[in-house]
């Protein structure tokens, strides 16, 4: 038998029936009149909202879109959060359905000229990843008859330490290394551009609140040099996140309230330089990963060489994460569970794999399980973020999964 990762904590406590947005895991699939589906529950999403706002101090709370674009997450969480983070034109599209483009900034290494015009255009700001994309964006700027606002990306000297995604402190073809950013700074300025602040992105998924806590205090310390050495002080420094979610057994959850009160401090005590500046943080998996299940029926039940294999007819295609094949380098179980016997004691132990023609389609491996019969419904959890939009939909032709999104 393999560990699994601990449910989120709205979930772990139930018996009999799982019940998401006050509706049961059946409910949710006859209301989806198929399966497999992916329910998002927005009750956890305002809750994780309501607890940064109430650990960090007065700084704005960026949604990064790319975690779950679903519309009607992102109808959801807009009037929720002070701003959206994009990385593509198709991003920028989304989120400018639901926020004025004055709050979205779209960051990524490799804007198209179509992607850098679509966003002169809506007036959203530029996280600018190179002076030649700088370039280019003032010569589209210039045939548009539009200012462009940018923020300088900054690939920091700085790495989040443990962070499962390091973004920082090495080669990178994200953001313009810390050495070059003020010459940047000052050439954008100088030609006029709306000049907004810095990015600064150090890493992904950290458990660790210490090691956040750290980069943070070296980013301000950053943003801080860079400033000087630029001669203008930033009206926003976007800080990066980081803040990551325990997807695996022995992962404890981030002590959110530590990183703020440390936030605190150390804005309290910033430099002059950044005296008038705004503060952002944005998030993507915090916000929504513990929010979403993904539901999938077992089709058949069997036996191969002394191990139980549960076949569902949802796997990779769906939720490419669980079976260990996004972001991981080592293959480790997500939570899952029976969804009508919540809290039954495990009798076995099997294995959790989808339809498709490939060994890697394994989205539980020799877990402990209540026993399982054909038409139960699996739930995986922690599927809100890098679920849907993170995984081949089309391989093998399998039709996609539906996406509800629970009213408050
Ligand atoms: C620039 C940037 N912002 C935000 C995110 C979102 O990360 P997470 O979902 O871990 O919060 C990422 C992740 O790749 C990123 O690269």
Known sequence: ????????????????????????????????GDTPLFVYDMAIVTARIARFRAAMPAIDLHYAIKANPHADLLAAIAPLVDGLDVASSGELEKAMTVKPAGSISFAGPGKRDDELAAAITAGA?????????????????????????????VNPDIELRGSGMRMGGRA????????????????????????????IYAGSQALDAG???????????????????????????????GF?????????????ERVGEALAEALGARPAILGETRFAIELGRWLVAEAG????????????????????????????????NFGTVVRRNYPLAVAARMGDAPTETVSVVGPLCTPLD???????????????????????????????????????????????
């Open 362 to 408: 394994r989205l539980g491996d020799k877990i402990a399980l209540p026993p399982v019969e054909v038409g139960d419904l699996i739930a995986i959890f922690m599927a809100g973020a890098y679920g849907a939009s993170a995984s081949p939909t089309a391989f093998l032709g399998h039709p996609p999964a539906s996406e509800i999104v629970t009213r408050l």
């Open 172 to 199: 990178s073809p994200f953001g313009v290394d810390a050495v070059r950013a003020a010459a940047l700074v000052r050439a954008i300025v100088a030609a006029g551009a709306d000049w907004r602040g810095f990015h």
């Open 211 to 241: 090691a956040i806590v750290e980069t943070q205090a070296a980013t301000i310390a950053l943003a801080a040099r860079l400033a000087e050495e630029a001669g203008v002080p930033p009206p926003l420094v976007n800080l990066g996140g």
């Open 244 to 256: 990551g979610v325990p997807y695996f057994s022995g992962d404890v959850a981030l002590e959110v």
């Open 293 to 324: 299940v993904y539901l999938t029926r077992v089709i058949d039940v069997k036996q191969s060489q002394g191990e139980t294999f549960v076949v569902v007819d949802g796997g990779l295609n769906h939720q490419l994460a669980a079976s260990g």
């Open 125 to 153: 700001t530029l996280n600018v990843e190179s002076e030649g994309e700088a370039a280019r964006a003032f010569a589209i700027g210039d045939r548009l008859g539009l200012t462009p606002r940018m923020a300088v990306r």
């Open 1 to 32: 038998m393999k560990p699994m990762g601990a449910l989120p904590l709205e979930f772990a406590k139930q018996s009999g029936p799982l019940v998401l947005g006050g509706r049961t895991a059946d409910d949710w699939a006859a209301h989806a």
